[in-house]
C-alpha cells in the first residue's frame, strides 16, 4: 500500500526517471525568466541574437543543473533502497521526496551530497568544453560551468536547509547517536548562513563600488528568507525526530478485535477492544466508531462500520518505531491506523495516543 505524497497541484510531468516522476511546478516559470532576463542584459552588448542566445542558455543551464541535481539524489536514494516519490523543480530549485524509513547517518550522507556531486560533474564537462572549444560555444561552456561550480559550494555550506547542511547532520547523528541533536546543530549553522549569505551578496559590491548593487540586495534578502525559513523548520522538526526515535507501536496501540460484519451491535460493545471487520476485499479496514444513540441493539455491525483508507493499514510489530504509523496518519489526514502482523489485525492506533507519547517524550528531554 503507498503513502506517496499526491503530485504537486498544477504541476506539469515532464520526464520519469528510474520510474520516478519529475514534475516542473508553475514557480519555476518565475526562475525561468529572472535567468532569462540576466542572460539576455549579459550578452546585449553583443548584439539581440547573441543576448537571445544568451537568454536561451542560462534558462536551459538552470534547469539542467536543478534537474540533474535533483535526479543524483533520487538515483541515489532509490539505490540505497529508499522508496523515492518524486522530484519536483520549483521556484527556490528542487526537491527529492522519498520514504526515509531505515536511514542511517551514512545512508542520509550519500544521498544528500549526491545532488552537489551531480553539478561537479557538469561543472567539469562545461569547463572542459569551454577549454577545447572557441567563441560562442566556449562562452557559453563556461557559463554552464560556473553556474553548476556555484551551485555546488552553495549547497554544501554546512547548515540546514541545504545539502551541506544534511550532511552535518549525519555527522552529529553518527556522533551523538541522536538524530534530532543533528537537526538542531545543522539548523543553528544554518541560521549562521542565512545571515552570512546576504551580508555577502549586499556587501561585497558596496565594498567594490561604494553603492550596494539593489538587485543583489533583493537577492541577498530573498535568499536569507529561505535560509532562514528552513533551518528554522529543522530545528522544530527535532521534536518530532525525538518521538521517531523514541516512541514504540505498543506505546500508541489498543488492542484491536475481528468481528464478522453481521455480529449484533450487542455483542460488538462488549468486545475487549476496538472492533475491526474485514471488507469484501478481506482488508481489515473496517472499523466501528462512535455510535449514535438509540441505535437498535440487534443493529449488524456492517450498518455502522466506518471505513478507513488502505494506506492506514500498517504491517507493524509493537516493538517497531512509530514513524510509518505517523506518517500514514499525516498523508492520508485520517487519525487512525489499523495495525496488522502477517496481515491479521492486532491493534489499533489513534492520533490522540500519538500525541500522548510525543509529549511524554518531551516533557522528558
Not at 536514494?77 to 520549483?90: M, S
Not at 521526496?97 to 544528500?112: C, I, N, Q
Not at 556555484?150 to 541545504?162: D, K, M, R, S, W
Not at 489498543?254 to 453481521?262: G, I, N
Amino acid at each position: 500500500m503507498s503513502t506517496s505524497p499526491p503530485a504537486p497541484t498544477g504541476a506539469l510531468r515532464i520526464a520519469s526517471v528510474a520510474g520516478v516522476p519529475v514534475y516542473l511546478e508553475r514557480t519555476w516559470l518565475l526562475l525561468a525568466a529572472l535567468f532569462a532576463y540576466t542572460g539576455f542584459q549579459s550578452g546585449q552588448g553583443r548584439g539581440t541574437e547573441i543576448a537571445v542566445a544568451f537568454a536561451a542558455w542560462n534558462v536551459l543551464s538552470i534547469f539542467v543543473a536543478v534537474v540533474g541535481h535533483e535526479v543524483g539524489h533520487a538515483l541515489t536514494a532509490r539505490g540505497l533502497g529508499f522508496r523515492v516519490h518524486q522530484v519536483v523543480a520549483t521556484v527556490w530549485g528542487g526537491h527529492t521526496s522519498y520514504d526515509a524509513t531505515g536511514a542511517t547517518p551514512g545512508r542520509s550522507a550519500l544521498v544528500a551530497l549526491s545532488g552537489p556531486l551531480v553539478n561537479v560533474v557538469l561543472s567539469v564537462a562545461g569547463f572542459a568544453v569551454a577549454y577545447s572549444s572557441g567563441g560562442l560555444t566556449s562562452d557559453l561552456a563556461w557559463y554552464f560551468g560556473l553556474l553548476n561550480a556555484l551551485l555546488a559550494v552553495f549547497n554544501l555550506l554546512p547548515g540546514l536547509p541545504l545539502d551541506g547542511g544534511a550532511a552535518v547532520q549525519s555527522l552529529v547523528w553518527a556522533v551523538s547517536g541522536r538524530r534530532d541533536l543533528g537537526l538542531v546543530v545543522a539548523g543553528w549553522v544554518g541560521r549562521v548562513v542565512a545571515v552570512a549569505v546576504p551580508v555577502l551578496l549586499i556587501g561585497g559590491p558596496y565594498l567594490l563600488s561604494g553603492r550596494p548593487d539593489l538587485f543583489q540586495t533583493l537577492v541577498g534578502l530573498l535568499m536569507a528568507w529561505v535560509l532562514w525559513s528552513g533551518a528554522t523548520a529543522a530545528i522544530r522538526r527535532a521534536n518530532l525526530e525525538r518521538v521517531l526515535d523514541t516512541v514504540r507501536v505498543a506505546d500508541v496501540a489498543e488492542r484491536a478485535v475481528v468481528l464478522d460484519r453481521a455480529t449484533p451491535l450487542e455483542v460488538a460493545r462488549t468486545a475487549p477492544g476496538f472492533v475491526v471487520c474485514l471488507d469484501d476485499d478481506s482488508r481489515p479496514t473496517l472499523v466501528l466508531g462512535l455510535v449514535p444513540d438509540g441505535v437498535p441493539p440487534a443493529t449488524p455491525v456492517d450498518a455502522l462500520v466506518t471505513r478507513v483508507p488502505d494506506a492506514n493499514v500498517v504491517e507493524a510489530e509493537p516493538e517497531a518505531l512509530v514513524g510509518p504509523v505517523l506518517r500514514a496518519m499525516t498523508v492520508t489526514g485520517v487519525g487512525l491506523v489499523v495495525l496488522t502482523r502477517g496481515g491479521a489485525p492486532w491493534g489499533v492506533a489513534l492520533a490522540s495516543a500519538v500525541d500522548a507519547a510525543s509529549k511524554r517524550v518531551r516533557s522528558r528531554t
